[in-house]
């Protein structure tokens, strides 16, 4: 720590320091430079009105579409394609008479033609085994929606045009305000193999057994929504920005193989037709079991069951009341278990999984466990999970999607080699816990919160990301976070730091490094806001208030920001504007602390100690050192005849006249200045002034660690409104009672600060541990593999092995 000793009187004045930096908002600043980082963002925001309040609730004008959908759809295994019917009734809610309607046909961004296939781009001059095997089944199958007839309630035909992944139907007659229109559709389409294609539904094929499971979504024509925002969403699928739908009410008729288990969205309304007695009996038992998941179909029936086979088909009849999609998933491979959830302000639900073989012992131990205690942790942020039931199904390797109900996940162990044993590494294990907890919580958000996916990815993966973080640290308290550190603001600042980024708040399919942008920077900053700038007390409430607010209802991003300044009285505008429209990382750097204590300005007592310091700080020269080491006497020694009055006083000795000063300095003071003076002398407190400078330009709360003389530690939070005046460098004074030995800044690492070198003062060396030599290995360790492996003799380890490293200062 730098120590400048100086006289300072009793009054302390902060001395203000140059603004910096150019404006670029549409508020022009002509005199000088300054960028207003605090800057209300009311004036960006779209104007409150009827339908959307100022306070960020829903206003009493508010309003939303309906469409409810009745379908009958058979699997044709052996081709792999869906044939359906259905009859759409959608309710015009809004003040505007409708002359059509639009409806997503997502399946179409598999066809050859379409934009997104048209506008990929390559990589470099290679092509790929996987993308030549993509073009020839494209050239061998065709993809995309075979839209067969559309016509009204009383099946004329209506006309309609299709582009790309979104079809207009021309209405007969305008759709007034509050009232309904009926439109039936008959289609049918190639399902995709998800190996090949990826996505976000297809089949999977099992070699070794010779047989498929199907994960069905974007599988029938869906309502696009109309907002009071932005009119039609029909923006178009191009793979990144998910989906904006209308609530409704679904009833389901799927037709499938006879020996599969299907499960869907909602509520199965023919168990005894499709189940057996005992598997009846079993799910029963889940209803009642709130420890354990119960095995509806064991492992054993699962594979006896793959592998008998059965003629003719099976039609399982699903109803979903106030669901915004339906997905649903079919094979005779499935492993099914499920328990109870209790929900201590809502009704019980049932947590479900459905597996293969292929997925144990991992997913009979986690999978329906992490749904429950997803619905445990976000039904506290949020409200009471509303639906029946909570389902996860194991349909590919890595990641997941989410529908109402129901979610397609990813994790899997692998076969040893050697054993025949399923074995997995942590990460895999932990991968799949995150995912689960990550896709069941997409039932809060969007599926419930109903937010636009379409235009704006982070206030759906950004909001759950949050969520799921707050859950995975309920989970295990060193659970992995984004980019590997356990602490989600650790796994950012690499990105923040980057080029190659945009704001938060850009359209979903023009995001850039779409994973840190709209799940792990919001998580960041969420956290931020919670754990630092708000306080988990205003924080929470807020957020609930926003999550109750706009339960089946669609908010937009002034919606949530509105929402959290409105039941906190904390003003965040800096807050929004600085993490959400900006690419400003946070690197606050502490650039000096100067030490000093109150003077007594009496000339005796002052002198000693300004010697003292005058020996400390001007040494004597290496000149005058190196004389003296040899002996060499100076003038004056030499000669003490020569000595006169400055001979024998120093530069500091106190003259009568400066005692003087003193006695009128005192008997000038008066009341109240006088016992101020006083109380300051017996105190006798340390004083420092701290300077800071906004690397980063992110302006964020100053989160101080004090450590003093005697080894105790004070941490102290500075709020960001610090920096509303200057927000480049500002300077802080500080009375503290003990002497500081050190000062940290973000010692707990709780703003997300990029650069930890500049934290310190005086500046930290932290040792770490150095290999003297390192290989590597591809892919992550299986520890449960490597268990198995015999145990080799010991070699004897070199004698130093065991010594400590020293470390350093």
Request: hydrophobic share 35%.
């Amino acid at each position: 720590m730098k120590l400048a000793w100086a006289m300072l009187t009793a009054a302390i004045l902060a001395v203000g320091l140059a603004a910096g930096g150019a404006s670029a908002d549409a508020n022009k600043q002509t005199k000088g430079k300054f960028d207003d980082k605090f800057r209300q963002l009311e004036v960006d925001l779209p104007t409150p009105n009827t339908y959307r309040t100022a306070s960020g609730a829903p206003g009493e004008a508010y309003w939303q579409q309906q469409a409810d959908y009745s379908i009958n759809a058979t699997l044709d295994e052996a081709a792999k394609r869906i044939t359906a019917t259905g009859t759409i009734t959608y309710r015009n809610n809004s003040p505007h008479p409708l002359n059509y309607i639009w409806l997503q046909l997502d399946q179409n961004i598999f066809k050859q033609n379409s934009v997104s296939r048209t506008t990929q781009k390559a990589a470099s001059d290679a092509v790929s085994i996987s993308a030549m095997r993509q073009m020839q089944s494209l050239a061998a199958t065709p993809h995309g929606y075979d839209i067969q007839s559309v016509t009204d309630g009383s099946n004329a035909a209506l006309r309609y045009t299709i582009n790309d992944t979104m079809m207009r139907v021309d209405l007969a007659r305008p759709l007034a305000p509050k009232q309904s229109a009926t439109v039936k559709l008959a289609w049918a389409y190639n399902i995709t193999d998800h190996g090949l294609f990826g996505g976000r539904t297809g089949y999977e094929y099992f070699r070794d057994s010779d047989t498929y499971q199907f994960f069905v979504a974007h599988w029938f024509p869906r309502l696009a929504a109309y907002t009071d925002y932005t009119g039609w969403q029909h923006k178009q699928f191009l793979g990144s920005g998910e989906f904006t739908l209308e609530f409704g009410n679904y009833d389901v008729a799927i037709t499938v193989p006879a020996d599969h288990i299907l499960t869907a969205t909602g509520v199965l309304q023919n168990p005894n037709e499709v189940l057996s007695a005992e598997q009846r009996s079993r799910l029963a038992q889940a209803r009642r079991e709130y420890a354990k998941p119960i095995y509806i179909v064991t492992p054993e029936e699962a594979l006896a069951n793959e592998k008998e086979g059965a003629t003719g088909t099976r039609t399982w009849r699903w109803k979903a009341g106030n669901v915004r999609d339906f997905a649903w998933a079919s094979s005779r491979k499935y492993i099914w278990d499920a328990m109870a959830v209790k929900q201590p302000d809502g009704a019980d639900v049932l947590a479900q999984s459905f597996f293969p073989n292929e997925g144990d012992p991992l997913w009979s131990l986690y999978s329906t466990r992490s749904i429950a205690h997803t619905i445990d942790v976000y039904s506290e942020f949020s409200f009471p999970y509303p639906y029946p039931t909570a389902i996860s199904i194991n349909t590919w390797l890595g990641g997941g999607m989410e529908y109402p109900m129901i979610s397609f996940n990813g994790g899997r162990p692998v076969k040893d080699a050697k054993t025949g044993v399923n074995t997995y590494t942590r990460q895999v294990r932990d991968s799949m816990i995150g995912v689960i907890i990550h896709e069941i919580g997409h039932n809060y958000v969007p599926m419930i919160i109903n937010t636009d996916e379409r235009q704006w990815t982070w206030m759906d993966e950004g909001l759950n990301s949050f969520l799921d973080y707050m859950a995975k640290k309920r989970w295990d308290e060193d659970f992995p976070g984004r980019n590997g550190p356990s602490n989600i603001l650790d796994g950012m600042t690499a990105y923040m730091m980057s080029e190659d980024q945009v704001p938060i708040m850009t359209n979903s399919e023009s995001v850039k490094q779409l994973g840190n942008n709209a799940y792990g920077k919001p998580t960041a900053a969420l956290t931020v806001l919670r754990e630092t700038v708000m306080g988990r007390e205003l924080f929470d409430f807020a957020f609930k208030e926003f999550a109750q607010r706009w339960k089946f209802k669609r908010p937009t991003p002034a919606d949530f920001f509105r929402t959290m300044e409105d039941a906190s009285a904390v003003d965040l505008d800096w807050f929004w504007r600085g993490w959400f429209y900006t690419t400003d990382h946070v690197d606050i750097a502490l650039k000096d602390v100067r030490a000093y204590r109150f003077s007594t300005r009496d000339p005796d007592v002052e002198a000693s100690l300004q010697r003292e310091r005058s020996a400390t700080t001007q040494p004597d020269s290496l000149t005058v050192q190196q004389n003296r080491a040899e002996g060499l006497q100076t003038y004056m020694e030499r000669h003490p005849e020569a000595r006169d009055f400055y001979s024998e006083n120093d530069t500091f000795e106190p003259t009568n006249k400066d005692r003087n000063d003193y006695q009128s300095w005192l008997e000038a003071l008066k009341e109240p200045d006088k016992s101020a003076f006083e109380a300051a002398l017996r105190d006798n407190p340390f004083i420092y002034f701290m300077d800071f400078e906004n690397v980063g330009g992110l302006v964020m709360p100053l989160p101080l660690r004090f450590t003093f003389e005697d080894g105790t530690v004070k941490d102290i939070v500075i709020p960001a409104e610090i920096w509303r005046d200057n927000n480049e460098k500002v300077s802080k004074l500080f009375v503290e009672t003990k002497k500081i030995v050190s000062v940290e800044l973000d010692a707990r690492r709780q703003i997300a600060d990029a650069v930890r070198s500049n934290n310190g003062f005086p500046q930290k060396n932290e040792p770490s541990r150095l290999d003297i030599f390192r290989s590597t290995q591809a892919g992550a360790r299986n520890q449960m593999a490597d268990a198995m492996v015999e145990l080799r003799a010991k070699a004897a380890p070199p004698a130093s092995a065991t010594a400590p490293i020293a470390p350093s200062n």
